[in-house]
């Protein structure tokens, strides 16, 4: 997802999976997910390649994947993860969904609700979620660990090896006015090819993310730390 058009372009596209997401396990997100999508009309907000629709949805009644990025869409496509009761859609979320279904459940993984531009943006996204739960369902999301991301953003420039064993760098910056991080990487794909791409995130302290959802209509909310892990979970219903 974005805060200027389509933030996830091809070049993140080409190596999501193998350096960002087999860099993050799926199974102990599944778990938490596991009870809470089991045999429901599901939602996911921000399906990038599939790394948590491919074990989710065969756990539901009916799954919907949206992402506003038609690169990472065809690396999903390509895994033929499809079937009768799958959709993906290219959507984005600071827009109404171009669906008229209704979901038991909305759920959003790896801080993809984080990827705007201000906090009247993501109370927006939030909005237009809670409009395609029906009443009394919850929305399950992860966001950026604050704390976490603020000792990058001090540290600025730090490198680290890819699960492949390929020195990537980073160069992390925060826009203190704004609240926009901006996440700089850069690595060798490939002999003589350079993949470089940034991501912008709205890095918010918890108490502000629960402000958010409370703007947007969603009661009962929670927090679950991550426990130093990158990401954080908050839960909340639709009244």
């Known amino acids: 997802m974005s805060t200027q058009g389509v933030q996830y372009g091809p070049e993140v596209a080409s190596v999501y999976d193998t350096m960002i997401g087999a860099a993050m396990p799926t199974e102990s997100t599944v778990e938490i997910l596991r009870p809470v ?30 992402d506003n990025s038609p690169d990472m869409l065809a690396v999903l496509r390509s895994k033929n993860l499809g079937a009768d009761h799958v959709t993906f859609l290219q959507a984005d979320f600071r827009s109404p969904f171009a669906t008229d279904r209704s979901f038991d459940v909305a759920y959003s993984t790896m801080g993809s609700l984080a990827c705007v531009g201000s906090r009247a943006e993501l109370v927006t996204a939030l909005e237009h979620i809670a409009e395609r739960l029906r009443p009394g369902s919850p929305l399950w999301l992860e966001y950026y660990a604050r704390d976490i991301y ?63 959802l409370a703007e947007a209509g969603f009661t009962e909310v929670r927090f679950l730390s991550g426990q130093g892990m990158p990401y954080d979970w908050f839960t909340a219903q639709r009244p």
Not at 37 to 66: W, Y
Not at 158 to 173: H, K
């Open 150 to 212: 603020l000792n990058l953003a001090a540290a600025g420039q730090f490198s680290a090896a890819d699960p492949e064993g390929r020195e990537v760098e980073f160069t992390v910056r925060l826009d203190e006015a704004t609240e926009v991080l901006t996440m700089g990487t850069r690595l060798a794909s490939e002999p003589g090819r350079q993949v470089e791409f940034d991501e912008s995130v709205l890095l918010l302290p918890v108490e502000d993310v629960e402000k958010c």
């Open 37 to 66: 999508v089991t045999g429901k009309d599901v939602l996911e907000v921000g399906v990038g390649t599939g790394r948590i629709a491919g074990p989710v949805a065969p756990l539901t009644r009916s799954f919907t994947g949206i």
